[in-house]
């Protein structure tokens, strides 16, 4: 394997990475049904999968097609039942597959983002991201946004207190919201009113 570039949390059990393999690094599917002990490739599900094309980042392949991305370069996609969402140093963009084309979600530049889960297992229509740098929290401000771009300016989630500066993943589950930089991960299971740190 030479570079993961998408990883889908199914289960606890089940993690399916779209992985380049090979001496001509061509993407496959891997997958673990046994926590990450054991690994098979599946290279036919790559149809199912959505990534950036690290080899042209102006691509972005959505469910297995080549479709143009919404920026030039592109940080950080996120897949979900709900649909796929690219995130750019300008704002997020969801793609509508309906109309093929990219809606924007909000302008802020946002320091990770991810689908939002709905508190019943699944993913509600909305989108959480950070902001590093503002006034009213001194780690990483997030605010959620609708994926139909009713509001770019986001509603005020919670302040996570980690560094807002350098590389940031955020996640969410039926209870919790979980955000890593650097060596550091915040976890909040009130909303972002309190957290915890390790």
């Given at each position: 394997m030479q570079q993961i570039v998408a990883m889908d949390v199914v289960t606890a059990?089940?993690?399916?990475?779209?992985?380049?393999?090979?001496?001509?690094c061509e993407p496959t599917v891997?997958?673990?049904?046994?926590?990450?002990q054991f690994w098979e490739a599946y290279p036919e599900r790559l149809v199912e999968q959505s990534y950036i094309d690290v080899g042209d980042p102006a691509v972005v392949v959505i469910s297995g097609t080549d479709v143009p991305s919404p920026c030039s370069m592109p940080l950080e996609l996120s897949q979900s039942a709900e649909g796929d969402a690219v995130r750019c140093s300008d704002g997020v963009f969801a793609y509508s597959?309906?109309?093929?084309?990219?809606?924007?979600?909000?302008?802020?530049?946002?320091?990770?983002?991810?689908w939002l889960d709905s508190g019943d297992g699944g993913l509600a229509p909305e989108i959480i991201g950070g902001v590093?740098?503002?006034?009213?929290?001194a780690g990483l401000q997030l605010f959620t946004f609708d994926a139909a771009g009713a509001d770019f300016a986001g509603r005020a989630w919670g302040c996570a207190p980690v560094e807002g500066s350098s590389s940031i993943s955020i996640a969410t589950g039926p209870t919790a919201i979980w955000v890593w930089t650097g060596d550091r991960?915040?976890?909040?299971?009130?909303?972002?009113e309190t957290w915890n740190t390790f």
């Open positions: 059990d089940q993690v399916d990475l779209v992985a380049l393999t090979g001496p001509s891997l997958t673990t049904f046994t926590g990450g597959a309906s109309t093929r084309t990219w809606q924007p979600i909000t302008t802020l530049a946002l320091r990770g983002f991810s590093a740098d503002s006034s009213d929290c991960t915040a976890v909040s299971g009130d909303d972002g």
